[in-house]
């Protein structure tokens, strides 16, 4: 099993310019999840997806749009990138069940950065 | 939502066992206590997880008083290996995803 990938694995982009993220699990997990990491901060909650063609608003759901039409794949879009985007962006997907939906799968992570 | 507080860094030295204590004292009656690892430049991963008393898996314990308002996480003789950024994470049974916030951390430095 791949587990949980993340493409790209790096990405520069020009305030205003758009981009996909795309997150892909193997696990069959109904949970999905997309945080942003910031320099010496924790993980922050941006969207997230209890299931094929739900999704929901985190923490920190400004500027950006997600996407779950497939079960294994969840797709996290910044339409406009301003510079305040500039982070590193983890997807992970988890188990349904209360207990066990707290038990996350963390992709490789995206480094990206707006100029 | 229950909020959590960690000491932001600590040190050991290899060979020692090492207790982080996590306070979170308006822990709810449904609430679980989940603590993950992170080492540099990777993603999160899931350590372990308990409810009340006493949970043990290979890599670590937990440790929860029978007020649940901390938890303590414990590591056998750490390694160099060892060295992360332990997040203490505090989540509603049957709530919300949306309510899980993984905080700052407390970042373990162990030395030779």
């Known amino acids: 099993n791949a587990g949980v990938t993340q493409t790209p694995k790096f990405r520069v982009l020009k305030t205003g310019q758009s981009m996909t993220l795309l997150c892909a699990q193997d696990?069959?997990?109904?949970?999905m999840y997309w945080y942003r990491q910031d320099p010496g901060m924790g993980l922050r909650l941006i969207h997230y997806s209890v299931g094929e063609g739900t999704t929901a608003k985190g923490e920190v759901p400004d500027g950006y749009n997600v996407s779950r039409l497939k079960k294994q794949n969840f797709l996290l879009g910044l339409e406009s990138a301003a510079p305040s985007q500039t982070s590193v962006y983890f997807c992970?997907?988890?188990?349904?069940?209360?207990?066990?939906?707290?038990?996350?799968?963390f992709g490789p992570g995206t480094r990206l950065t707006v100029t | 939502l229950a909020k959590t507080t960690q000491p932001i860094s600590m040190d050991s030295y290899e060979g020692q066992e090492v207790n982080i204590t996590c306070s979170h004292n308006n822990i709810a009656t449904n609430d679980y206590i989940t603590w993950y690892q992170q080492f540099p430049s990777q993603g999160p991963r899931f350590i372990i997880q308990?409810?009340?008393t006493k949970v043990t898996n290979e890599v670590a314990s937990l440790f929860i008083p029978a007020d649940r308002k901390s938890s303590t996480l414990s590591l056998p003789r750490v390694s160099l290996s060892d060295t992360a950024v332990y997040y203490c994470l505090v989540g509603p049974y049957g709530g919300s995803q949306g309510n899980l916030i993984f905080g700052k951390g407390t970042k373990l430095s162990v030395k030779p």
């Open positions: 992970a997907s988890s188990p349904s069940g209360t207990r066990k939906s707290y038990e996350q799968y």
């Open positions: 696990m069959n997990h109904e949970y």
């Open positions: 308990g409810y009340k």
